[in-house]
């Protein structure tokens, strides 16, 4: 078995790495501990507060100053107060008014309160007067009139108006459509049960027809504008004439929306109870 061994690492050329390993074994213990032993370190010595030379040396710790720790010594330039005395005392206080200062603090502070409260009423009143003068001079003038305020058959003179806009569609189920007049804004079309599309409001010139289309549309075409596409079709713009077909609900039906007119008109602002 040996000659095998010797055979196969000479063969392999690992007969020199053996030797020199079995020879670092034997003399690496020999060579680390050969060594002699470390001399361990003394002790540091005490050191006075004299140097050899004569010269002092400055203390490595500070001095405790006496009253640096004393919190009441350090806090004392801070005068305590009564956060629910009460400070301020006059019948004319909560409202706004001048009331009666208490005397709290020094006479400078009591003074500073004083002039500042004599230059706020003195402001208040004259944007009084300003105010009382400007109203004043619009009462004995004319009115500015607002738009929509030129009187005729639509209302009197100084009335509020506003313009709303309705619209004739021709909407329903495929052949049984039927002709809606003066449909108002956030009406459903063709019925509240079948809630295609909803009227929303037209445009300023009278030109377009915004609808919001139902989510249980399924697919859309025509002639109308959809938002975001034409495949995903949530907010239809229509012109007058537009065709638009629909497939709405579960049974797939198809619904058709013709815009036919656009009115404006003008009529007078809600009154609000006043």
Do not use: W
């Not at 392999?12 to 050969?34: D, H, N, S």
């Not at 021709?170 to 009406?187: C, I, N, P, S, Y």
């Not at 065709?243 to 404006?264: C, M, N, P, S």
């Amino acid at each position: 078995m040996l000659k095998d061994l010797y055979r196969d690492l000479r063969d392999r050329r690992l007969l020199p790495v053996v030797i020199a390993l079995a020879v670092a074994i034997v003399a690496v213990p020999f060579l680390l501990g050969g060594g002699s032993e470390p001399v361990p370190p003394t002790a540091p010595a005490a050191t006075s507060g004299v140097a050899g030379d004569g010269d002092e040396l400055a203390p490595v710790v500070l001095a405790d100053v006496p009253g640096l720790r004393d919190y009441k010594q350090r806090l004392s330039r801070f005068n305590s107060s009564d956060p629910f005395k009460q400070q301020m005392t006059g019948k004319d206080t909560a409202q706004g008014g001048a009331g009666n200062l208490e005397q709290t603090g020094d006479s400078s502070s009591a003074t500073t309160d004083t002039s500042v409260s004599s230059s706020t009423a003195t402001d208040t009143s004259s944007s009084t007067s300003t105010d009382t003068s400007s109203s004043s001079s619009t009462t004995g003038g004319t009115a500015p009139s607002s738009p929509g305020n030129s009187g005729g058959k639509h209302g009197g003179k100084g009335e509020d108006r506003i313009v709303e806009t309705t619209i004739d569609v021709r909407v329903g189920r495929a052949g049984k459509t039927k002709v809606l007049e003066d449909v108002e804004a956030l009406q459903f079309l063709p019925g509240d049960k079948r809630p295609v599309v909803q009227f929303v409001q037209g445009d300023g010139d009278g030109t377009h027809a915004a609808f919001v289309v139902s989510v249980d549309v399924t697919e859309s075409s025509g002639d109308g504008n959809c938002d975001p596409g034409r495949n995903d079709c949530q907010f239809l713009l229509m012109e007058k004439g537009d065709l638009q077909t629909f497939v709405y609900g579960d049974k797939q039906e198809t619904y058709r929306l013709q815009l036919l007119a656009i009115h404006r008109t003008t009529v007078p602002v809600p009154s609000s109870g006043h």
